[in-house]
Nanobody, 127 residues
């Protein structure tokens, strides 16, 4: 298990950008697939993006953020990032990062694969 701490949330106008960071404590960060999820008030938690532990070139996105959000990781810093551009009011939510230890399968980034979760950081996009 790793412990996760997010930062970088805040208030931004529509069309603006934010970069979220998630720092993992513990060892073997490179053995974890990492993901970002979000939850808006009154809505269920939603998958946003994920990045593989085997090949960092393998990234996955929900359709609504493709072309606007980019997930990346720096294993030397035990950190995963979510660059969010062209933000929309509907992106407003609490964003949480999550870690899955050596996940397998083509659809490994389902919520049940993730054993460690951060507390989340609020992102608010004003219109």
């Amino acid at each position: 298990q790793v412990q996760l701490a997010e930062s970088g949330g805040g208030l931004v106008q529509a069309g603006g950008s934010l970069r979220l960071s998630c720092v993992a404590s513990g060892r073997m960060f490179s053995s974890y697939g990492m993901g970002w999820f979000r939850q808006a008030p009154g809505k269920e938690r939603e998958f946003v993006a994920a990045i593989s532990w085997i090949d960092v070139g393998n990234t996955y996105y929900t359709d609504s953020v493709k072309g606007r959000f980019t997930i990346s990781r720096d294993n030397a810093k035990n950190t995963v990032y979510l660059q969010m551009n062209s933000l929309k009011p509907e992106d407003t939510a609490v964003y949480a990062c999550a870690a899955a230890y050596k996940p397998r399968g083509s659809s490994w980034y389902t919520p049940k694969s993730f054993g460690s979760w951060g507390q989340g950081t609020q992102v608010t996009v004003s219109s």
